[in-house]
């Protein structure tokens, strides 16, 4: 069974532009939820989806928002990149029923760096 | 979501048991304690979980007193590629239709020396 899957990878944007981030989840899992992890906040929740909703949503600005897709698959995007914005990002995925729900699994996660 | 608190580092044998504590003391009735790691530049890995049993899988073992203030993961024979910071986190179950979140602590740096 595929994990969840991250891309891309690494990437590299300079301060002002926009990036979007793309995570499949695994075969069968309707939730979506995002975090971005930096040295000095540790691993903090963005958003989760949930069946093309957004259902819950962390402290963040408006600069960060998400979608879903129909096949379950979802996008973040940050516009107007600031240094600080310099972080692993990580997608997570989980069931939503009680036998398969009650484990979160994580992406690779994506480097993105701001210069 | 209860709170939890851990050491901050540990170092362990290769080979020896890993003990990794975890104190939640104002953990509620429903909560369960699930416990993942995070190998330096990858996703977080998840470990175990449970509610008030000890719990065994392939990877590791769980053990949780009796009152359920704290809980202790074991890895049984800890291995180089053990290294890694191990998160505890307490919260309730996920089921149908409620919001997924995990609130990550600091975690404990666990280091397996040769």
């Known amino acids: 069974k595929a994990g969840v899957t991250q891309t891309p990878r690494y990437l590299i944007k300079t301060r002002g532009q926009q990036v979007t981030l793309s995570c499949s989840p695994i075969s069968g899992h309707r939730s979506v939820s995002w975090y971005q992890q930096t040295p000095g906040q540790g691993l903090q929740f963005l958003f989760e989806?949930?069946?093309?909703?957004q259902r819950n949503k962390g402290n963040f600005p408006g600069r960060f928002s998400g979608r879903q897709f129909s096949n379950s698959r979802s996008e973040m995007n940050v516009s107007t990149l600031e240094l600080g914005d310099s972080a692993l990002y990580l997608c997570?995925?989980?069931?939503?029923?009680w036998g398969t729900g009650n484990t979160i699994y994580f992406g690779e996660g994506s480097w993105l760096t701001v210069v | 979501d209860a709170k939890t608190t851990q050491p901050p580092s540990m170092d362990c044998a290769e080979g020896r048991a890993a003990n990794l504590p975890c104190n939640h003391s104002?953990?509620?009735?429903?909560?369960?304690v699930y416990w993942y790691r995070q190998i330096h530049s990858q996703g977080p890995q998840y470990i175990i979980h449970?509610?008030?049993n000890n719990e065994t899988n392939e990877m590791a073992s769980l053990i949780i007193t009796e009152d359920r203030k704290s809980s202790t993961l074991i890895l049984p024979h800890a291995t180089l590629r053990d290294t890694a910071v191990y998160y505890c986190i307490v919260r309730v179950p996920i089921s149908s239709g409620s919001a997924r979140q995990l609130t990550f602590g600091s975690g404990t740096q666990l280091t397996v020396l040769p």
């Open positions: 997570a995925s989980s069931g939503d029923s």
């Open positions: 104002t953990i509620s009735g429903n909560e369960y």
């Open positions: 989806y949930f069946s093309e909703t």
């Open positions: 449970g509610l008030k």
